[in-house]
């Protein structure tokens, strides 16, 4: 059962953060993620189009990418596999892209890090895949359906999106892990205001097909995600902007 939707800010977007917090804030959402299994999930997504890239590789931007824990595990399992994967991650955060690195670094793989925003810059063309997780909860419709747009004009195959799906069963799983599994405040009060903001499935989907001119598929992700994948060659529609 889902309840209406409240936007949330969340604590890690303050400014004034300072890094000691910010990177004990990233290193509980890692432990979630680790706990979910959210990058393995999305890697075979991301994958079942390198057999069309004709023996180049497979490029992938990583959209909002946070400490870079699952472009950095996409990398790893690429590497593993002997797969020519390139991925880019973008974002708007200092901090965010100096822990990309160093987690890179520890990995033993490589990950190429921008310091962008995505609603104030265009994002690189280009590319293959492009993704984005855990970002569409803070945004409004208007912006959600911006960020389609200027994903899929960077895409050559397949944009794919991951969230939070808004529901009541969510609240209560988010809200006991983050409690057994979460030191810092500011991460704790982060991932239910992430609940609260997020859409729903029936609302993403509808701004998904007004923004992109183009069939969509969502499916759950367990525990508490959903995917939403466009991929299907399909002529692009004229659609209005949202005000």
């Given at each position: 059962?889902?309840?209406?939707?409240?936007?949330?800010?969340?604590?890690?977007?303050?400014?004034?953060?300072?890094?000691?917090?910010?990177?004990?804030?990233?290193?509980?959402?890692?432990?979630?993620?680790?706990?979910?299994?959210?990058?393995?999930?999305?890697?075979?997504?991301?994958?079942?189009?390198?057999?069309?890239?004709?023996?180049?590789?497979?490029?992938?931007?990583?959209?909002?990418?946070?400490?870079?824990?699952?472009?950095?595990?996409?990398?790893?399992?690429?590497?593993?596999?002997?797969?020519?994967?390139?991925?880019?991650?973008?974002?708007?955060?200092?901090?965010?892209?100096?822990?990309?690195?160093?987690?890179?670094d520890r990995s033993g793989v490589e990950?190429?890090?921008?310091?962008?925003?995505?609603?104030?810059?265009?994002?690189?063309?280009?590319?293959?895949?492009?993704?984005?997780?855990?970002?569409?909860?803070?945004?409004?419709d208007s912006q959600a359906f911006r960020?389609?747009?200027?994903?899929?004009?960077?895409?050559?195959?397949?944009?794919?999106?991951?969230?939070?799906?808004?529901?009541?069963?969510?609240?209560?799983?988010?809200?006991?892990?983050?409690?057994?599994?979460?030191?810092?405040?500011?991460?704790?009060?982060?991932?239910?205001?992430?609940?609260?903001?997020?859409?729903?499935?029936?609302?993403?989907?509808?701004?998904?097909?007004?923004?992109?001119?183009?069939?969509?598929?969502?499916?759950?992700?367990?525990?508490?995600?959903?995917?939403?994948?466009?991929?299907?060659?399909?002529?692009?529609?004229?659609?209005?902007?949202?005000?």
């Amino acid at each position: 059962m889902s309840f209406d939707r409240v936007r949330e800010p969340v604590w890690i977007d303050d400014p004034s953060i300072d890094a000691a917090e910010f990177q004990r804030v990233r290193m509980d959402e890692l432990r979630l993620n680790q706990l979910t299994r959210v990058a393995d999930a999305l890697y075979p997504l991301i994958t079942r189009y390198q057999s069309n890239t004709l023996g180049r590789p497979l490029t992938v931007l990583d959209v909002s990418s946070g400490n870079g824990d699952l472009a950095v595990r996409w990398a790893v399992k690429a590497a593993r596999e002997r797969r020519d994967l390139r991925i880019t991650t973008v974002d708007p955060n200092r901090h965010a892209i100096e822990e990309q690195q160093r987690l890179a670094d520890r990995s033993g793989v490589e990950v190429r890090s921008i310091q962008l925003d995505c609603f104030r810059s265009p994002l690189p063309l280009g590319f293959d895949v492009v993704i984005s997780t855990m970002l569409m909860h803070r945004l409004d419709d208007s912006q959600a359906f911006r960020l389609l747009q200027s994903m899929q004009g960077s895409c050559q195959q397949a944009m794919i999106v991951c969230d939070f799906k808004r529901s009541r069963l969510n609240c209560a799983l988010v809200n006991v892990a983050s409690r057994l599994l979460v030191r810092s405040a500011v991460c704790r009060h982060d991932a239910m205001a992430r609940i609260h903001s997020s859409f729903s499935e029936r609302e993403i989907a509808r701004i998904a097909r007004s923004a992109l001119g183009r069939p969509v598929r969502i499916r759950r992700l367990l525990p508490y995600h959903f995917v939403l994948v466009a991929d299907e060659a399909v002529q692009t529609e004229m659609v209005p902007a949202f005000a």
